[in-house]
């Protein structure tokens, strides 16, 4: 297994992973070929604050990601550049799960955001996957809070 940052050569696979990751009512609404195109240009205008990551099974097949948005804090005394991370959109495809490659890509993700100066990484997770990310440190906290949702 090979996991890497993403670049633009990656954008097919990126958007045929986040098609697959999507409710079959968003699938109907684009073609992956015309979703890859809004990829491209969302990431093109965000290319500062989204890193993705792609792991390939086989060299060759890319068969999960992650993208990881860095957000940036307000400064304090001595420290004008702090910064959070934010896991987002890690999925790995339904036949390639148990096999330890989206704990590789979380990871990753978040060596780079620690590389990089972030002074934590957050995950809004689904419930599913929230062993996955217990077990690797990530940990409920009270201080994390949200406004109510319908």
């Given at each position: 297994?090979?996991?890497?940052?993403?670049?633009?050569?990656?954008?097919a696979?990126?958007?045929?992973?986040?098609?697959?990751?999507?409710?079959?009512?968003?699938?109907?609404?684009?073609?992956t070929?015309?979703?890859?195109?809004?990829?491209?240009?969302?990431?093109?205008?965000?290319?500062?604050?989204?890193?993705?990551?792609?792991?390939?099974?086989?060299?060759?097949?890319?068969?999960?990601?992650?993208?990881l948005?860095?957000?940036?804090?307000?400064?304090?005394?001595?420290?004008?550049?702090?910064?959070?991370?934010?896991?987002?959109?890690?999925?790995?495809?339904?036949?390639?799960?148990?096999?330890?490659?989206?704990?590789?890509?979380?990871?990753?993700?978040?060596?780079?955001?620690?590389?990089?100066?972030?002074?934590?990484?957050?995950?809004?997770s689904?419930?599913?996957?929230?062993?996955?990310?217990?077990?690797?440190?990530?940990?409920?906290?009270?201080?994390?809070?949200?406004?109510?949702?319908?």
């Open positions: 297994m090979d996991v890497r940052i993403a670049d633009h050569h990656d954008i696979h990126l958007a045929r992973l986040l098609w697959l990751h999507s409710a079959p009512a968003e699938q109907a609404n684009q073609s070929e015309d979703f890859a195109v809004d990829l491209a240009t969302w990431w093109a205008s965000r290319g500062d604050s989204h890193v993705a990551f792609v792991a390939r099974s086989d060299g060759t097949q890319v068969v999960g990601m992650a993208w948005a860095l957000v940036p804090r307000v400064p304090r005394p001595g420290n004008a550049d702090r910064q959070s991370a934010d896991l987002q959109g890690v999925f790995v495809a339904s036949d390639e799960r148990g096999k330890g490659i989206g704990s590789a890509l979380v990871h990753a993700a978040c060596a780079h955001a620690l590389h990089l100066g972030a002074s934590r990484v957050t995950v809004h689904s419930a599913e996957a929230v062993p996955l990310y217990e077990r690797l440190g990530f940990a409920s906290g009270r201080e994390f809070l949200r406004t109510p949702t319908e």
